[in-house]
């Protein structure tokens, strides 16, 4: 097993990691109906300048959209959930060890890191490419939504360190 002192620290940090991951996903709702409703709008304001109604297709694809994203976002948050357990077991192996372990620890996150900007950026090309043939103010409101994701999770990589970082995009 270990000593009653690890036993506790990897308590401790089960319990943390639980309740960040429950927190995580209520802001996470609240930020996707925010966003996809700041979509919705747009798209209105398009519709009023030019006098038309929104088909009907526009307005399902937003709703496959949302769902996509928020099944995403569910996933991410259960792998951030499995790596915060990780880092709390990398962490405490190395107070006990030497600097190996945090090596490890930050060689793992910085993988988990370009991994989900890789699916960030296939997401933001699968989107821009569905709305392409639209008009202008369509496509602008898919940058402004897509811009917010990408300060959405950027937030969560400087939250995994603890620190400010510079992204490459």
Same mark, same amino acid.
């Not at 949302?66 to 192996?93: C, F, T």
């Not at 190996?100 to 060689?107: I, K, P």
């Given at each position: 097993?270990?000593?009653?002192? +690890?036993?506790?620290?990897?308590? &401790?940090?089960?319990?943390?990691?639980?309740?960040?991951?429950?927190? $995580?996903? %209520?802001?996470?709702?609240?930020?996707? %109906?925010? @966003? *996809?409703?700041?979509?919705?709008?747009?798209?209105? %304001?398009?519709?009023?300048? $030019?006098?038309? +109604?929104?088909?009907?297709?526009?307005?399902?694809?937003?709703? @496959? $959209?949302?769902?996509?994203?928020?099944?995403? #976002?569910?996933?991410? @948050?259960?792998?951030?959930?499995?790596? #915060?357990?990780?880092? &709390?077991? !990398?962490?405490?192996? &190395? &107070?006990?060890?030497?600097?190996?372990?945090?090596?490890?620890?930050?060689?793992?996150?910085?993988?988990?890191? /370009? @991994?989900?900007? $890789? *699916?960030?950026?296939?997401?933001?090309?699968?989107? *821009?490419?569905?709305?392409?043939?639209?008009?202008?103010?369509? #496509?602008?409101?898919?940058?402004?939504?897509?811009?917010?994701? /990408?300060?959405? !999770?950027?937030?969560?990589?400087?939250?995994?360190?603890?620190?400010?970082?510079?992204?490459?995009?």
């Amino acid at each position: 097993m270990g000593s009653r002192k +690890d036993r506790m620290i990897n308590e &401790a940090a089960r319990r943390r990691a639980a309740k960040m991951y429950g927190d $995580m996903l %209520k802001e996470n709702n609240a930020l996707l %109906k925010k @966003e *996809v409703g700041w979509l919705l709008s747009d798209m209105g %304001k398009s519709r009023k300048i $030019m006098g038309q +109604d929104l088909s009907n297709s526009l307005k399902r694809s937003c709703q @496959e $959209m949302a769902s996509d994203l928020h099944r995403w #976002i569910v996933e991410n @948050e259960k792998n951030r959930l499995q790596a #915060i357990g990780q880092d &709390a077991q !990398l962490r405490a192996a &190395a &107070a006990r060890n030497n600097t190996n372990s945090t090596r490890e620890y930050l060689q793992s996150f910085n993988s988990q890191h /370009r @991994e989900r900007a $890789m *699916v960030m950026r296939e997401n933001r090309a699968l989107y *821009v490419k569905r709305l392409v043939n639209g008009d202008r103010s369509r #496509i602008n409101g898919a940058k402004k939504y897509m811009n917010g994701q /990408r300060k959405y !999770l950027l937030d969560l990589l400087d939250q995994d360190f603890g620190v400010k970082r510079n992204y490459v995009w």
